[in-house]
T-cell receptor, first 113, second 112 residues
Framework: DGGITQSPKYLFRKEGQNVTLSCEQN?????MYWYRQDPGQGLRLIYY???????QKGDIAEGYSVSREKKESFPLTVTSAQKNPTAFYLC????????????FGPGTRLTVL | KQEVTQIPAALSVPEGENLVLNCSFT??????LQWFRQDPGKGLTSLLL?????REQTSGRLNASLDKSSGRSTLYIAASQPGDSATYLC???????????FGRGTSLIVHP
């Protein structure tokens, strides 16, 4: 089955720790995205990547980092510099930039203890 | 910068009703507009994608329209069912960009 997988589904972090959220896709999509969703809010863009070894900051990139070493993978690291990291994190992909549908993973819920 | 607004924020209807969800956007120079469905605690599922050159798209009981000149889109759900209960999100990119900006969604409950 083609799709996007995110792991883990739930993640707990102590203050001061860095954590990495996994996102993998087997859709052969060039573009990948990370969004953050807070209760009652729309999705806010953290980072996006149009091609391997290239990525751009979104609207709320501070305290986050990403890498795109492989086409299939786009991991997100939530660093200790992120002041309020508790949220629902969604990864998405699309065939390429332009007029294509975005496909989303099931999400990771991060809670800071 | 694109701003996307969805009205109403929440809606509760009896089963069988036809209903309309509204989405407005401030920058009309868009490549496309997408409607998504999100179940609680889940990711988003794409429902319909309307290209800028199209006026509407249909999928089963769903019909989405796009009026770029007025900055509006509507999602029409015919003969609603309890299984339609979810949050519906609208997303449109800013002019010259392909990155969508999302509205806050309409939370729909269809009760038997």
């Amino acid at each position: 089955d083609g799709g996007i997988t995110q792991s883990p589904k739930y993640l707990f972090r102590k203050e001061g720790q860095n954590v990495t959220l996994s996102c993998e896709q087997n859709l052969n999509h060039d573009a990948m995205y990370w969004y953050r969703q807070d209760p009652g809010q729309g999705l806010r863009l953290i980072y996006y990547s149009q091609i391997v070894n290239d990525f751009q900051k979104g609207d709320i990139a501070e305290g986050y980092s990403v890498s795109r070493e492989k086409k299939e993978s786009f991991p997100l690291t939530v660093t200790s510099a992120q002041k309020n990291p508790t949220a629902f994190y969604l990864c998405a992909s699309s065939i390429a930039r332009g007029t294509d549908t975005q496909y989303f993973g099931p999400g990771t819920r991060l809670t800071v203890l | 910068k694109q701003e996307v607004t969805q009205i109403p924020a929440a809606l509760s209807v009896p089963e069988g009703e036809n209903l309309v969800l509204n989405c407005s956007f401030t920058d009309s120079a868009i490549y496309n507009l997408q409607w998504f469905r999100q179940d609680p605690g889940k990711g988003l599922t794409s429902l319909l994608l309307i290209q800028s050159s199209q006026r509407e798209q249909t999928s089963g009981r769903l019909n989405a329209s796009l009026d770029k000149s007025s900055g509006r889109s509507t999602l029409y759900i015919a003969a609603s069912q309890p299984g339609d209960s979810a949050t519906y999100l609208c997303a449109a990119p800013s002019g010259g960009s392909y990155i969508p900006t999302f509205g806050r969604g309409t939370s729909l409950i269809v009760h038997p």
